[in-house]
């Protein structure tokens, strides 16, 4: 679960999204064989997001950007909570439209 909501980070600090789920990742990933699975997708996740806020913000000099960019930061938070509730549950969370640059 901390792999998820590590991810929310990024509403304070610069790529807190990545570095959050990074650092839980990498250190309880040969512990706990969950958090590899959870982390691993936590992270493509957060990845993709970055991905698709950089082609958005590029996208904001032209006007079409800024709704893209509230739509994306929306969608981040809520599928994170989702994430982390399912995964407290014991469920394995897919993130959908995610880029699994990680196996």
Known sequence: MACHLSALFGMVFPFGNLIGPLVVWLLKKDTIPQVDEHGKES????ISMTIYILVATLLAFVVIGLPILIILGIADVILVVIAAVETKKGVTYKYPLTIRLIT
């Open 43 to 46: 992270l493509n996740f957060q």
